[in-house]
């Protein structure tokens, strides 16, 4: 009975690789495809997003180079919450002010507070200005400088307010508490622009003379608490804001 003589044995196949190497090519081109369809943004239609917000928050949102903004976190997806955008910015400026107070050592006369609108960074008055005065005290050029590095971190729209106590005002310059608590509010917000670097259309001043005291005026404590000028940071109202977003989706999705 015969045999079958054996097959010979085929030889090993050293250029399987080859197949692996061509499956890691192809998925590493079609991940660049990607990438650079992600980064190839529609300028226009970015621009009319960003003028959407600008209706908002009434300056240029995205203004800087990194695309930041109080409405988009890190140039990326929108933020609706208003009061988590509000609430972020007080933690902020409340440490950054603290701080700034802390190494200009006037640290106690200068206070922080919100409310629903706005924030307000408030300057005791005798810390820019002599009593009937509306001209800045020696020293106080410093604080307003501080003041404007802290402003320049934000597009808000910001309001300069004057304001005194219910002492009639006793200087042959100004006839009223009126006319002090307008020029003191002038003052500052000349500073800001021309010495701060504001964009003076951000700005607007007030004069409320002793109309909105923070304290009793019974007092000196009180007076003299009443006795400020506050910026005032002011914020969209969350309708406004949401106006806004859904003008700037509707221009995302054409």
């Known amino acids: 009975m015969s045999r079958r003589a054996p097959e010979p044995e085929k030889p090993e196949n050293h250029e399987r690789w080859i197949v692996t190497y061509a499956d890691m090519v192809t998925?590493?081109?079609?991940l660049f495809v990607v990438l650079w369809s992600m980064s190839d943004?529609?300028?226009t239609k970015l621009e009319q997003v960003r003028t959407s917000l600008d209706k908002a928050f009434n300056v240029g949102v995205l203004s800087g180079t990194d695309g930041a903004s109080p409405v988009f976190e890190g140039g990326g997806g929108l933020t609706p919450s208003l009061s988590e955008i509000k609430s972020n910015d007080l933690v902020a400026i409340t440490k950054e002010v603290g701080e700034a107070g802390a190494q200009g050592g006037y640290g106690s006369k200068v206070q922080v507070r919100s409310?629903?609108?706005s924030i307000t960074i408030s300057l005791a008055d005798n810390l820019l200005f002599d009593s009937g005065s509306a001209d800045l005290k020696p020293g106080s050029q410093a604080v307003l400088a501080d003041v404007a590095a802290v402003l320049a971190e934000?597009?808000?729209r910001i309001r300069i307010e004057g304001h005194t106590d219910n002492v009639p005002v006793n200087s042959p310059d100004y006839d009223s508490n009126w006319e002090l608590s307008a020029a003191?509010?002038?003052t500052v917000l000349r500073y800001l622009s021309e010495n701060g670097h504001i964009d003076a259309?951000?700005?607007f001043l007030a004069g409320f003379a002793d109309t909105?005291?923070?304290a009793d005026n019974a007092t000196p404590e009180g007076r003299a608490l009443n006795r400020r000028a506050d910026i005032v940071i002011v914020y969209p109202s969350q309708a406004e804001l949401e106006e806004a977003l859904a003008a700037a989706g509707k221009v995302k999705d054409q």
């Open 41 to 43: 943004a529609n300028a």
């Open 115 to 117: 409310d629903a609108e």
């Open 27 to 30: 998925l590493l081109f079609a």
């Open 184 to 186: 003191r509010a002038s």
């Open 154 to 156: 934000l597009p808000n």
């Open 212 to 214: 909105a005291p923070i």
């Open 201 to 203: 259309t951000r700005m």
